[in-house]
């Protein structure tokens, strides 16, 4: 597969956060049987999310199970990650983030608009390209497959996604607050199913 950014996943071990993907990686890897960096990853950030949340339990991190369409609306690409908690920082965890950074699938051409309606969006990936000054965050994600969860890269990865939205045109430039806010939503309502 051909990538819109280059990167390396990150062979580095200096917290805790780097074995858990490391071993995430590796375990996914192992059960796929595939190149994981080759292929893609594409309807595999279920699967995956629930190896890293294995990891998570075993080092006994709190995290939540985030879904793009519960922080966005059905209209978007719908993705899974994990929010984990450490000490008094918060990180993305998301190491499939990589299926939507495919070259083809990133074009402009895949912007298609009839009147007042996006008929077809391209993938999350293109976001970087409309928004250069932003790439540093995905390739952050992609190598390290997590990043600290601040209102900068929270607000990034997830108009990424909100790129992908269908359906009536609407020009709304969503606050990092409101994602921050629909984040702790999410762990004050996953609190009470622990």
Not at 164 to 176: H, L, P, Q, V
């Amino acid at each position: 597969m051909e990538y819109i950014i280059n990167f390396n996943y990150s062979n580095k071990q200096n917290n805790i956060l780097d074995i858990i993907v490391r071993n995430a990686r590796s375990e996914l890897e192992q059960k796929l049987k595939i190149d994981i960096k080759k292929h893609g990853l594409t309807n595999k950030c279920d699967y995956a999310r629930s190896i890293v949340a294995k990891y998570l339990d075993k080092a006994k991190i709190n995290y939540d199970y985030i879904e793009t369409t519960q922080i966005l609306s059905n209209d978007v690409t719908g993705h899974s990650f994990l929010i984990a908690y450490l000490e008094n920082d918060s990180f993305i965890i998301d190491i499939t983030y990589q299926q939507f950074f495919n070259k083809e699938q990133c074009k402009k051409e895949n912007y298609q608009k009839y009147q007042d309606l996006i008929i077809k969006a391209p993938l999350p990936g293109y976001y970087y390209i409309t928004h250069p000054n932003d790439i540093n965050i995905a390739k952050e994600i992609l190598e390290n497959g997590y990043i600290k969860l601040n209102e900068k890269n929270l607000k990034t990865y997830l108009d990424s996604f909100y790129l992908t939205r269908r359906g009536r045109i609407i020009n709304t430039d969503i606050k990092a607050s409101t994602y921050i806010n629909a984040i702790e939503s999410i762990k004050r309502k996953n609190q009470h199913k622990k």
